[in-house]
């Protein structure tokens, strides 16, 4: 990956790697599918927790290493302990902290999906801001195959938001697998590509978004994610307005400005 640059992160079961401003994060355990042992929750903790105090990261592109993006919870290492009182909500609290995370932090996240999103790895598809699909793509709802409710790590939360309510209900209550083409006719992933071309596709939109100014960006992502859940029309007005005001008082909108006049890529101060 051309310009790219690595921390000091020990992590076991993240292969991370940084790119200018974009930090491309991969859950690396493709032996196990990529499936969520401890050290991996443990280590997704960790990297999404810390990035609102992460100023040199403006984007971050979630994928899978090897033929599956994540197919949910191994199930040979359990993180709930013996699955009792509060032992086990605490394990499961680990997980479903996760998409919160995701969901709070500042940097827009990017999902590449390949192969199987299955229960867990679903949510963290559901959780990212952008999905894209490779053409191997599945994603189900994995946990009412497993003897469990279907509503598990925000997943009842983020499925009828981004696609419709009878679409949530139907893969919910079946557990069944939403494959490629169909995830883009119902607005689930933003597009489909070959599985060789994710990187690519990625990186495009990336760019993309590194022309926005960090505060714009930021804010954007802030209020996109309130909107979903505003009551009202008047209570989304009132955040645009806000944000408006905030970018206008900044020097991002005097360099956006002469950036559009001149014909050229804006430098954003950091």
Same mark, same amino acid.
């Given at each position: 990956?051309?310009?790219?640059?690595?921390?000091?992160?020990?992590?076991?079961?993240?292969?991370?790697? /940084?790119?200018?401003?974009?930090?491309?994060?991969?859950?690396?355990?493709?032996?196990?599918?990529?499936?969520?042992?401890?050290?991996?929750?443990?280590?997704?903790?960790?990297?999404?927790?810390?990035?609102?105090?992460?100023?040199?990261?403006?984007?971050?592109?979630?994928?899978?290493?090897?033929?599956?993006?994540?197919?949910?919870?191994?199930?040979?290492?359990?993180?709930?302990?013996?699955?009792?009182?509060?032992?086990? @909500?605490?394990?499961?609290?680990?997980?479903?902290?996760?998409?919160?995370?995701?969901?709070?932090?500042?940097?827009?996240?990017?999902?590449?999906?390949?192969?199987?999103?299955?229960?867990?790895?679903?949510? @963290?598809?559901?959780?990212?801001?952008?999905?894209?699909?490779?053409?191997?793509?599945?994603?189900?709802?994995?946990?009412?195959?497993?003897?469990?409710?279907?509503?598990?790590?925000?997943?009842?939360?983020?499925?009828?938001?981004?696609?419709?309510?009878?679409?949530?209900?139907?893969?919910?209550?079946?557990?069944?697998?939403?494959?490629?083409?169909?995830?883009?006719?119902?607005?689930?992933?933003?597009?489909?590509?070959?599985?060789?071309?994710l990187e690519a596709e990625a990186r495009k939109l990336a760019d993309e978004m590194l022309l926005t100014s960090p505060l714009g960006l930021e804010l954007t992502k802030e209020c996109l994610?309130?909107?979903?859940?505003?009551?009202?029309?008047?209570?989304?007005?009132?955040?645009?307005?806000?944000?408006?005001? @905030?970018?206008?008082?900044?020097? /991002?909108?005097?360099?956006?400005?002469?950036?559009?006049?001149?014909?050229?890529?804006?430098?954003?101060?950091?």
């Amino acid at each position: 990956m051309a310009g790219e640059s690595t921390r000091n992160e020990a992590y076991e079961t993240l292969d991370l790697k /940084y790119d200018g401003a974009v930090a491309w994060l991969t859950l690396n355990r493709p032996d196990s599918l990529n499936a969520l042992n401890p050290r991996l929750v443990t280590e997704l903790r960790d990297f999404f927790g810390g990035l609102r105090q992460r100023s040199d990261v403006r984007i971050v592109v979630l994928r899978g290493a090897g033929r599956a993006f994540c197919a949910g919870l191994d199930l040979k290492q359990p993180i709930s302990g013996d699955g009792a009182g509060e032992s086990a @909500l605490a394990g499961q609290r680990r997980i479903s902290e996760i998409v919160i995370l995701m969901r709070r932090c500042p940097q827009p996240i990017i999902a590449c999906i390949q192969g199987a999103a299955a229960g867990g790895g679903f949510a @963290l598809a559901l959780a990212s801001d952008v999905r894209i699909a490779g053409e191997s793509a599945r994603m189900n709802a994995a946990f009412i195959r497993l003897g469990l409710s279907a509503f598990d790590v925000g997943v009842s939360y983020f499925l009828p938001r981004l696609a419709g309510a009878s679409l949530a209900y139907e893969l919910m209550l079946t557990g069944r697998f939403i494959h490629a083409d169909r995830a883009l006719a119902t607005g689930l992933v933003s597009t489909v590509v070959p599985d060789e071309d994710l990187e690519a596709e990625a990186r495009k939109l990336a760019d993309e978004m590194l022309l926005t100014s960090p505060l714009g960006l930021e804010l954007t992502k802030e209020c996109l994610n309130a909107s979903l859940d505003a009551g009202s029309l008047e209570a989304a007005v009132a955040m645009e307005d806000r944000n408006q005001i @905030l970018c206008a008082q900044s020097d /991002y909108l005097r360099e956006g400005i002469a950036a559009f006049l001149q014909k050229r890529r804006p430098r954003w101060a950091e």
